[in-house]
């Protein structure tokens, strides 16, 4: 819609009365705003806009409450998943540093009133990158939980079309979503668009889809968080780490952080005197999700033994499974 089309609907919406309407245009001005290259004038709407919905109705829906979920419509429902997460960054075992970063997100947009007011922006383009199984998905869930806020995960098989400028296009229809519902939106598995432009299996397409990215982040500046995730960062453009706000690294977890997610998965269950150094043995290469799966494994054989531990013997077992497939993998 350009923006003679957005003022004649502005008008319409007003004269009718339907005030939705009238925020929904409105907020899409903003964004077609926001796309021009027009920040300051695109911020000043959303401020409007925020202004004209109650500061009350406002800041009692963000302290209290989710934010309201729109589920994706037409074209868009084939781009995105849509769904609320109900995973808290402390139910996560974390090395330090990297639960002090997640948590600096949340404080940032919890407070970011307050930053903007001294124009600063809180960080909300993020770069996760690590190995498979390393907590990147989790990670973006528990942020969309934290912050209460829709989680929308991008669905490449929708996105990724076969003819000339199709991605691209549908691209534009994510961003537009970004501006319009805040929530957070994960591209998982992000080399599938990212990968480099002077990559040896380059084709015109893919540098299209690439410098789109690039253009529709860089001019993002609405108020949803975007978050790529990658386990091969040497794939990804090097044009790309810049136009992200963190860049944060995954690893596979040290012995401390294996004993936690074991410790956690079975809480449910009486104490048993775990033999720890015969299991750190069995615990090198693999990660968080697999020794998640493997503590899963173990204590749905002691439900079945209808006995209220679970033994040594029982997670080496499941640890070993766990590692075979892998390795078959």
Do not use: C
Request: net charge neutral; glycine share 8%.
């Amino acid at each position: 819609m350009t923006t003679s089309r957005h003022i004649i609907a502005l008008l319409q919406s007003h004269i009718a009365g339907d005030e939705e309407r009238f925020i929904t245009v409105a907020t899409q001005l903003a964004a077609h705003e926001a796309r021009q290259g027009h920040g300051k004038l695109a911020q000043e709407l959303r401020e409007l806009i925020e202004a004209a919905k109650g500061k009350g109705a406002t800041v009692a829906r963000r302290g209290a409450g989710p934010v309201p979920i729109a589920q994706p419509k037409g074209e868009l429902s084939g781009l995105l998943a849509a769904r609320y997460s109900d995973i808290r960054l402390n139910s996560m075992v974390l090395p330090d540093l990297l639960k002090e970063r997640l948590g600096r997100v949340v404080t940032e947009q919890r407070q970011q009133e307050k930053l903007r007011a001294r124009g600063l922006s809180p960080r909300r383009k993020l770069l996760f990158v690590g190995p498979p199984g390393s907590g990147k998905t989790m990670s973006a869930a528990a942020l969309a939980g934290e912050l209460k806020l829709p989680l929308f995960t991008v669905l490449y098989d929708g996105l990724i079309g076969k003819l000339m400028g199709e991605t691209a296009s549908r691209l534009r229809l994510v961003f537009d979503a970004v501006a319009l519902q805040r929530g957070v939106y994960f591209f998982d598995e992000f080399d599938a668009i990212g990968a480099q432009r002077s990559s040896p299996n380059d084709v015109g397409e893919i540098r299209r889809v690439l410098n789109s990215f690039l253009q529709f982040l860089e001019n993002d500046d609405g108020q949803s968080l975007v978050i790529a995730a990658t386990n091969h960062p040497e794939l990804l453009d090097k044009a790309l780490f810049r136009r992200f706000d963190d860049v944060v690294t995954y690893d596979f977890p040290t012995a401390d952080i294996a004993h936690g997610i074991i410790e956690n998965h079975l809480s449910g269950f009486a104490p048993t005197k775990v033999d720890w150094e015969a299991i750190d043995g069995s615990l090198s290469g693999l990660s968080q999700a697999e020794i998640s799966r493997a503590s899963d494994e173990a204590a749905k054989v002691a439900v079945l033994k209808s006995v209220d531990a679970v033994s040594t013997d029982m997670l080496l077992a499941a640890l070993k499974e766990r590692r075979a497939a892998t390795i078959v993998r």
